[in-house]
């Protein structure tokens, strides 16, 4: 892990964000299994989601590490979260 952010981790406390993929209201931001690194290291935190612990056992098991369309779903709505509240913010010109 290489960026780490105490504001994206105590966004779902500060902000009362529930699980992002049951809407459990007991949410944290949970790092989700890293693409590019080795068993037991984690992702940057803005690469985790807002999940509950029953949903963030779930993506650390077996199925879920391997279930890409639900780590990049929870993974999007989280960062759609934060943007939409003022968290996380893209800087510079935007072009379409």
């Known amino acids: 892990m290489t960026l780490v952010s105490q504001r994206l981790r105590d966004a779902p406390?500060?902000?009362?964000?529930?699980?992002?993929?049951?809407r459990n209201p007991e949410a944290c931001l949970c790092h989700l299994p890293a693409w590019d690194a080795g068993t037991g290291q984690k992702c940057d935190d803005w690469q985790?989601?807002?999940?509950?612990?029953?949903?963030?056992?779930?993506?650390?098991?077996?199925?879920?590490?391997h279930d890409f369309a639900a780590r990049f779903l929870v993974l999007t709505r989280t960062l759609r979260r934060l943007f939409e509240h003022g968290i996380l913010e893209v800087r510079g010109e935007t072009h379409y």
Not at 13 to 22: E, L, M, N, T
């Open 13 to 22: 406390r500060d902000v009362d964000f529930d699980c992002v993929r049951c």
């Open 48 to 65: 985790g989601a807002h999940l509950c612990a029953e949903c963030h056992a779930y993506f650390d098991g077996p199925q879920g590490r």
